[in-house]
């Protein structure tokens, strides 16, 4: 068998961040009921104009920026047309000569970088539901006209691995602008992969394949993997590729032809009379790049340098926003980094698995996380008990929250009365009933109420260490913690 070279193209569709759609005031929301989120614009009524949203401009602009695209100096919507029933108006507005964003791209880890051709801004189309034979198929057009990100690539992705790495990280990018929330169960971010395979070291592309609204990175993998196969088998069996888009079925683990691709012309794209060509002010890009907040990158790096976290912790957290978000809110209740990294890293993050959600407060709160590291920096609580009270004050809010996880069947916690993981440990007979500061106190005490014993230290500490531990533990009633005892007195005593 000859050796093979995968070359891979994305275009990557994400929805923009914004309250309303892109050429009309319906709200863009996901999981409002069927058609309601529809006005004349959106559905496409004949005579209805499109008024163009700005912040869905500034939005695509912000995303250009943060992924080192240029930015034109004019963009010009134009139809896309083609019929489809999730399409009423017959065509989609769409940009095809002058996008919004130019260049730009994503270092990977292996050290390539990875180039982005384009970003254009696009309304969405309904969405389709395909019912049995009865029904037929639903059309739900709240979808149409959400304002829609498309992010195309050079073909410089050579492997699955290499696919996943550059979706994460540009999730991620668009995420921590704020431009995208890219939830993929929801529909928010879509991946279409362009894919052919040619002859190890040739100049000459393959006839490439498309496979259309890949919703999952899983999704992604497998089709690219199963691609990939199914060319070099075709060829090595002496066959053609066939340049035509396939549906990948993600149940059966295999693609199937769909159509013979398309090509631009086919559209018949041609500028949209109806709305102006955008003129883009290089002061307004200036305004634009000044919104994009610290990226995950950048986050990390102080993470390491000025909080001395590892570099596997804060790349961590920094992986997903929200949980760097949580962590930076606890910090701000009590500077300790490395106890709130390591409450996180441990113990909610393994909660996390079981209770997927993206507000990490639906397991526990900032405020009782803090009351339970304070409790154990002021030694106040044993790191047994604070674990146990980390699992009674994280069960007591995920019961409370029980309905904002998506897969739990969870009974839900109606009382209105507020989680304090500090009288939760009192009520629990969890605290320490002797404090760090009264122990402080009774080795002084102690020290200073027998002074000859301490001469022996020297020659039998173990006996003289046991002789004050003895009294410690008789001026505190027995209620001190030994271990501790110890600790302190042989600090005093070595002095
Ligand atoms: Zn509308």
């Not at 309303?20 to 989120?37: D, H, L, M, R």
């Not at 002058?98 to 260049?103: A, E, Q, V």
């Not at 995950?296 to 390491?304: C, N």
């Not at 930076?328 to 909660?351: F, R, Y």
Request: charged share 30%; proline share 4%.
């Amino acid at each position: 068998m000859k050796d093979y070279e995968i070359v891979i193209g994305l275009e990557i569709h994400a929805e923009v961040n914004t309250n309303s759609k892109v050429f009309c005031s319906c709200k863009n929301e996901f999981g409002s009921a069927p058609n309601t989120n529809c006005c004349p614009v959106c559905v496409g009524l004949p005579g209805a104009l499109p008024v163009l949203n700005k912040k869905a401009v500034e939005y695509t602009i912000k995303a250009g920026l943060a992924l080192g695209c240029e930015i034109n100096d004019i963009a010009v919507f134009e139809r896309k047309n083609y019929f489809y029933p999730d399409l009423s108006k017959a065509y989609q507005i769409s940009q095809l000569v002058k996008p919004l964003c130019l260049g730009g791209g994503i270092e990977l880890d292996n050290g390539k970088f990875a180039r982005l051709n384009r970003i254009h801004l696009e309304e969405d189309a309904g969405k389709l539901t395909h019912k049995n034979q009865t029904i037929g198929t639903l059309v739900d057009y709240n979808r149409g006209g959400i304002p829609l990100m498309e992010i195309v690539t050079e073909p410089d992705i050579s492997s699955a691995d290499e696919a996943v790495e550059f979706l994460t990280k540009l999730r991620r990018t668009l995420i921590y602008s704020g431009v995208a929330n890219c939830r993929m169960e929801q529909g928010g971010m879509r991946c279409d992969v362009n894919l052919s395979v040619k002859e190890k070291g040739s100049n000459v592309l393959g006839t490439r394949t498309e496979m259309k609204n890949l919703n999952s990175f899983k999704m992604v993998r497998r089709a690219i993997e199963y691609e990939a196969k199914r060319q070099i088998e075709e060829l090595e069996s002496g066959g053609k590729i066939v340049q035509q888009t396939r549906k990948w079925d993600d149940n059966k683990g295999k693609s199937f032809p769909m159509r013979s691709k398309e090509n631009s012309n086919d559209y018949r794209y041609f500028p949209d009379p109806d709305l102006l060509t955008i003129e883009i002010d290089r002061e307004d890009v200036e305004e634009i790049r000044k919104t994009i907040p610290l990226l995950a990158e950048g986050r990390k790096k102080i993470y390491v340098e000025q909080y001395g976290l590892p570099e596997y912790d804060a790349k961590i957290l920094t992986n997903d926003k929200f949980i760097s978000d949580y962590f930076e809110n606890c910090l701000k209740i009590a500077h300790m980094p490395k106890q709130i990294s390591n409450w996180i890293m441990t113990d909610v993050l393994k909660l996390l698995k079981d209770y997927p959600t993206e507000d990490l407060t639906n397991i526990i709160s900032e405020k009782n996380l803090m009351e339970i590291i304070s409790l154990v920096e002021k030694r106040e609580i044993t790191r047994p008990n604070s674990k146990a009270l980390f699992e009674i004050v994280s069960t007591a809010t995920i019961s409370r929250n029980a309905d904002k996880f998506e897969n739990e069947d969870l009974t839900k916690d109606e009382s209105t009365e507020e989680i304090n993981a500090k009288k939760l440990a009192e009520q629990n007979g969890m605290l320490n009933s002797f404090s760090h500061e009264e122990l402080v106190t009774a080795v002084e005490n102690a020290l200073a109420n027998f002074p000859n014993a301490r001469k022996d230290y020297n020659e039998t500490p173990d006996k003289v260490l046991r002789f004050y531990i003895g009294k410690v533990m008789a001026f505190s009633k027995g209620l001190a913690n030994p271990q501790e005892a110890e600790k302190l007195l042989k600090a005093e005593l070595e002095k």
